[in-house]
Every structure is written in structure tokens, then in C-alpha cells.
């Protein structure tokens, strides 16, 4: 199966949608070199994180997640707060899935408990916008009208008062 990072679905999302995604577990690592002003060099440095580390849904959606463990031999104890709240694990190749349903508005921590205080993320739980109105479609397009009007008028406006200030 393959799969694409990509944003959350379309803003009018109906409960029953689905969104899938893919959160990688990786480890960033590097040796400090002389010019480090704050690790001695030679000194390694590491920290964990979800990439990507903030998704967004819509209210009433079903979502998927599928976490991978690209680093982390010991593993990553994980929740989601409010939809996965019995803490998993998964390790360096291998993913883990979970499933539900987006019930509840908010911002929910995503949590790596052995990671911290770099392993975090935010599932991001939106109100589901309601479809425009044809009614609204024209508002917005008169709207539109009416303000490239006034620039052009202004625009007149301010060239003639240019022109004769060159007279």
C-alpha cells in the first residue's frame, strides 16, 4: 500500500469521510562541531519527532492514521489524546494503524512518552464548514465587482489629480 503525506480533506468533509495519514517516529542526529556555542565538540546530538507533527481533520470524519518507526530500536509509547487514549507502541520498521472517528472539536496532543520533550504533535479536529449558498456565490461576486470598481475609480481619481498638479 502506498501512501502520501497530504493536508486534511476538503473543508466540507461529511461525517463518513475518510482521512489517511502518514506520521513518521524519526530521530534527528548530528556531531557538534568547534563552532557550536553551546555543545562541546564532539558531542553528540539527537532528538525525536513525528513528521509531520500537526494534523488537521474535520469534525465528523473517520480518521486513519498509520504511524512508522523510521528510528527508535526501543520504541515509541504513544497516544492520541481524547481518540487514543490506551497508550501503543511502535518500532523502527514497523508501522502501527489507528482508527476512529473525529467526534469532538479541539487541538489533541499527539505524545511519544519516551522522547520527551521533542516527540509531539497536535491532531488538529475542525468544525466541518457548511457548502456555500448559490445566494452566497453572488454576494461574493458583487462584492468583488464593487471593490474593482472603487480601485478603478480611485485610480481615476489620483491620475487626475496627478495631471493637474503637472499643469
Request: proline share 5%; hydrophobic share 45%; aromatic share 10%.
Amino acid at each position: 500500500m502506498a501512501l502520501a503525506l497530504r493536508p486534511a480533506a476538503a473543508a466540507t468533509a461529511q461525517p463518513g469521510d475518510t482521512a489517511e495519514f502518514l506520521i513518521l517516529g524519526v530521530e534527528f542526529k548530528g556531531t557538534a562541531d568547534a563552532n557550536e556555542p553551546y555543545i562541546d565538540e564532539g558531542d553528540k546530538v539527537e532528538a525525536y519527532a513525528f513528521y509531520p507533527d500537526t494534523i488537521r481533520v474535520q469534525k465528523g470524519q473517520t480518521v486513519t492514521i498509520h504511524f512508522l518507526g523510521v528510528n527508535g530500536g526501543g520504541g515509541h509509547p504513544v497516544n492520541i489524546e481524547n481518540y487514543v487514549p490506551d497508550v501503543f507502541r511502535f518500532y523502527r520498521n514497523q508501522t502501527v494503524t489507528k482508527t476512529f472517528v473525529a467526534d469532538q472539536a479541539g487541538v489533541f496532543a499527539i505524545t511519544c512518552y519516551d522522547h520527551q520533550p521533542s516527540m509531539n504533535g497536535f491532531l488538529i479536529v475542525e468544525e466541518p464548514l457548511a457548502a456555500p449558498s448559490a445566494a452566497l456565490g453572488l454576494t461574493s461576486t458583487a462584492l468583488l465587482g464593487l471593490q474593482a470598481a472603487l480601485f478603478v475609480g480611485a485610480l481615476v481619481l489620483v491620475l487626475l489629480a496627478w495631471r493637474r498638479g503637472q499643469a
